[in-house]
């Protein structure tokens, strides 16, 4: 019942910066705390987990090709989470997702999530 919608996506060079958005809605989280995360999805590649956040302690997790380049926050009072992309390379070319759930603990793993979003595409030009 967790309704995300993704945007910032675009076109950008090797060696630029973007920032995602994802907007949710649905649940208070004055009431509620969410793991949410980021993925993306390369054509014919399996989906695959950036970068996670726990929005009650703000807790993290990335996938090793992009710690030291991206970070993952929250504005609980916004209901936003971001996805802070720099030094951008070709190979992180997607559809990226925002997804969220309720319960466990922070995973990288799509499976693990019940709610998202319906994607935003990154493409990085070389």
């Known amino acids: 019942q967790v309704q995300l919608v993704e945007s910032g996506g675009g076109s950008v060079q090797a060696g630029g910066s973007l920032r995602l958005s994802c907007a949710a809605s649905g649940y208070t989280y004055s009431s509620y705390r969410y793991y949410m995360g980021w993925f993306r999805q390369a054509p014919g590649k399996e989906r695959e987990g950036v970068a996670v956040v726990y929005t009650g302690t703000g807790s993290t997790d990335y996938v090793n090709s992009v710690k030291g380049r991206f970070t993952i926050s929250r504005d609980n009072a916004k209901n936003l989470m971001y996805l802070q992309m720099n030094s951008l390379k070709p190979e992180d070319t997607a559809m990226y997702y925002c997804?969220?759930?309720?319960?466990?603990?922070?995973?990288?793993?799509?499976?693990?999530?019940?709610?998202w979003g319906q994607g935003t595409q990154v493409t990085v030009s070389s």
């Open positions: 997804a969220a759930k309720r319960y466990g603990s922070l995973s990288l793993q799509p499976e693990a999530y019940n709610s």
